[in-house]
Nanobody, 122 residues
Framework: VQLVESGGGLVQAGGSLRLSCAAS????????ISWFRQAPGNEREFVAG????????EYAHFVKGRFTISRDGAETSVDLQMNSLKPEDTAVYYC????????????????WGQGLQVTVSS
């Protein structure tokens, strides 16, 4: 399984970015695909997740109403639309895939992307 992220960068506070995670090399029917982030000195934290087939979603409380995770049924990618960005959203963002487990627990995830930097300036 390979996960390749794209779309990070620098944006001003209040702006938007869209991250994309392209998944390949596996059958993802029952998988959860999630985004995590890690800021310097902090632990990796769950941001949002989506069931590959069910399209069920979960969000961390600190992104509800601002971020939206989605998957186009015809596409092998998961997107994270990030609006109303804040400086505290600055982190390296990772895409991850899990067959089973707790959505918000990084230990549930078997496959990770390389990560990409998102920087929000004040």
């Amino acid at each position: 399984v390979q996960l390749v992220e794209s779309g990070g960068g620098l944006v001003q506070a209040g702006g938007s970015l869209r991250l994309s995670c392209a998944a390949s090399g596996g059958t993802f029917g029952t998988y959860i695909i999630s985004w995590f982030r890690q800021a310097p000195g902090n632990e990796r934290e769950f941001v949002a997740g989506i069931g590959w087939s069910s399209h069920a979603t979960e969000y961390a409380h600190f992104v509800k109403g601002r971020f939206t995770i989605s998957r186009d049924g015809a596409e092998t990618s998961v997107d994270l639309q990030m609006n109303s960005l804040k400086p505290e959203d600055t982190a390296v963002y990772y895409c991850a895939a899990a067959a089973v487990g707790t959505w918000s627990d990084a230990r549930s995830y078997d496959f990770w992307g390389q990560g990409l930097q998102v920087t929000v300036s004040s």
